[in-house]
Antibody, heavy 119, light 110 residues
Framework: QVQLVQSGPEVKKPGASVKVSCKAS???????GIWWVRQAPGQSLEWMG?????????KHSEKFQGRVTITRDTFASTAYMELSSLTYEDTAMYYC????????????WGQGTLVTVSS | QFVLTQPPSASGTPGQRVTISCSGT????????VVWYQQLPGTAPKLLIH???ERPSGVPDRFSGSKSGTSASLAITGLQSGDEAAYYC???????????FGGGTQLTVL
């Protein structure tokens, strides 16, 4: 069965970076995209970007220009999202999800990784 | 604040029909397909209506989506207590060149 398993919760200081992993199983990793979406406490969903594991193409939201890096390791069927220069406003649950290419249909989601920015 | 506008809340009694709207512009809903996600408390979002306006396997036919011009709607019939959740619309925006979500609608079953 399709599964996306994310890395554990993180606590970071302002100005630091965080890297969240998303290990996929149960399907051909390179045949679907991976989204990264975050959700601040009590807030809506916010699209951060995506990667095509097959060719490495990435696209991120302009809101995170210069701060987000999305990568993948096809041998490990794992996608990564690194966010730098963290501020308190980056405290949120971060989700990865599988995306059907050329659509906005995200049919499987990871369990979420809570990133807390605290001094 | 959000490019896609949803009412922050909606409510209904068991068995009722409720609709949730999602209003956009010609650069997003007007020119692209819309999907709906359901997020139960404390869980990850779940695809409820996909871009072909159909339900993924396992989603009851009580849920349906529609689109007209620059607006989309999610309809839920035969409301159940288990439908209490946040509902989000999403689509691609041609101007922003990125995926956008609505602000979300919290559905309460009275």
């Amino acid at each position: 069965q399709v599964q996306l398993v994310q890395s554990g919760p993180e606590v970071k200081k302002p100005g630091a970076s965080v890297k969240v992993s998303c290990k996929a199983s149960g399907y051909t990793f390179t045949s679907y995209g991976i989204w990264w979406v975050r959700q601040a406490p009590g807030q809506s969903l916010e699209w951060m970007g995506w990667i095509h594991p097959g060719n490495g193409y990435t696209k991120h939201s302009e809101k995170f220009q210069g701060r987000v890096t999305i990568t993948r390791d096809t041998f490990a069927s794992t996608a990564y999202m690194e966010l730098s220069s963290l501020t308190y406003e980056d405290t949120a649950m971060y989700y990865c999800s599988r995306i059907i290419l050329s659509t906005v249909d995200s049919d499987y989601w990871g369990q979420g990784t809570l990133v807390t920015v605290s001094s | 604040q959000f490019v896609l506008t949803q009412p922050p809340s909606a409510s209904g009694t068991p068995g009722q029909r409720v609709t949730i709207s999602c209003s956009g512009t010609s650069s997003n809903i007007g020119n692209n397909l819309v999907v709906w996600y359901q997020q139960l408390p404390g869980t990850a979002p779940k695809l409820l209506i996909h871009s072909k306006n159909e339900r993924p396997s396992g989603v009851p036919d009580r849920f349906s989506g529609s689109k007209s011009g620059t607006s989309a709607s999610l309809a839920i019939t035969g409301l159940q207590s288990g439908d209490e959740a946040a509902y989000y619309c999403a689509t691609w925006d041609d101007s922003l060149k990125e995926v956008i979500f609505g602000g979300g609608t919290q559905l309460t079953v009275l």
